[in-house]
């Protein structure tokens, strides 16, 4: 039984190269500037919150106590501004970022998606990208053999793929890259946003893989702007805002209390 | 520093990804030595070429100045600058080895360790390609391994090998969070090439020669180049190198298995 649960974890990123503030401080300079950085800081609107602790030590705070569960079958879409933490949340459950509070469990075997050209080299050739990538995915050399049959059939590359990849188009990089990425299938996918591009055809048939991929994972998670396509995929929302989780209910509510402008202004 | 029982065990299981993920850091390690040398004629054989240059340039300048026979002094300094290129390469690029895989690190989680074994790995390859030198030095001159010192030698390459990938995992940890670290190393490493005896008897010495063994550096060389050339590296240097290796490796997982869960955070 596939689940992912999260109880109150935050996730906080210290900033080190803004360590000027501490080197102004030593010129005695530190109150104007103290002052100024809380005017600013308590000016943004968008990102998670910033503080000095008392050592100097300058802290974003990108995950707020953020609970929630997710059962086998759920596909959760996930809303909110730039910077409301939706790529760190993403980055949070797929195991990147362990958080630095509070507890996160999740079984099953998460596969991550962030950006489809991942892990690609322009010198290598498209086989030879398909190989990392697998790899990269702990697939193993007989799962690697089945996804390059399904990517040589998919993308009709055909000899290209004996060629160096600086040689595609970018449409022919788009078919390559999507038909790479949506070649395994995975247990828990975590997306961040949604590609379209290439030719008219191929975007029928991008549609037609990617609902493919997406019904047969036991548990989708996917971060995007467009509630048109989270409507499409999703059955459960999360609205997140400067890191906190304003809602987590039926994909229809979420979306009407963010189209509302919720989770906009702090 | 606190440092829990969890910590401890994801740090060593962390490391324990090496074994199971030996596929991938293969891959990553063949595939750095074909990027650099793709579309070029020779590939990865430039790095024979490169070091056969270096070390006949610095052979006749050597010979010359010293004024030692070369058929000495030449497998000598060929075995010493193949072996410093290994030990060299392995803890500098170990430095920037986290920071070289932030693509990968950032997308999808895999053990860090796995890109130490990258690094280390890619090194013992490079070695493999420098080796080819020091074998058509070696029958040149007619200076071989004796029958002891040939079974020595993979103990030495061994223990060297593990002693320098502890540092490279933890000058790597200490790269990501300050930046100015590699330039430090780098500098460190400069003056540690002309403080090692590779270019050099350590006999030129005279009577301060024990000065040399302050610098495990000159240890980490006599395991392994003293078997090719038919000697047996003296005791001191296997208890320096093997003490280095346990005290270094304990102090490598306690440091990993506190800082392993930031070092995302730092990159």
Redesign the interface.
Known sequence: MLSISADKINVE??I?DSYMRSLRHQFGLGKVARSLNKMLYKAHSVGGNISTESSGRTKITALNGVSFEVKEGDRVGILGHNGSGKTTLL?TI?????PTDGLLSVKGR?T?L??IQ??M?S??TGL?NI??RG????LS?EQIEEAIEEVIEFTELGNYLHMPIRTYSTGMMVRLAFGVSTAIKPEILVLDEMIGAGDEAFFERAQERLSLFIENTGILIIASHSTAMLRQWCNKGMLLQHGNLLAYGPIEEVIGRYENGEGTMG | MVLTREQISSGINDLSGIVTHWRLWHLLAWRDIKQRYRRSTLGPLWLTISMAVNMVVIGVLFTTLFNSPYEKFLPFLSAGLIFWGLILGIINEGAGTFLGATNFIQQVRRPLSIYIAQTVWRNIIILGHNFIIYIIVAIIFGVFPSVISIWLWPAGMLLVILCSSWIALVVAVISVRYRDFPMILTNIFTALFWLTPIMYYPSLFGNKQYLLYFNPFTHFLALVRDPLLGQIPPLMSWIVVGGLTVVGWTFAIVLFSRFRSRIVYWL
Not at chain 1, 94 to 98: F, K, P, Q, R
Not at chain 1, 135 to 138: E, I, K, P, Q
């Open positions: 990123f210290p080190y980055r797929a195991g990147i970022y362990e998460i991550p962030f950006d991942f892990g080299e010198d290598a030879e190989e990392l790899r990269m995915l702990d050399p």
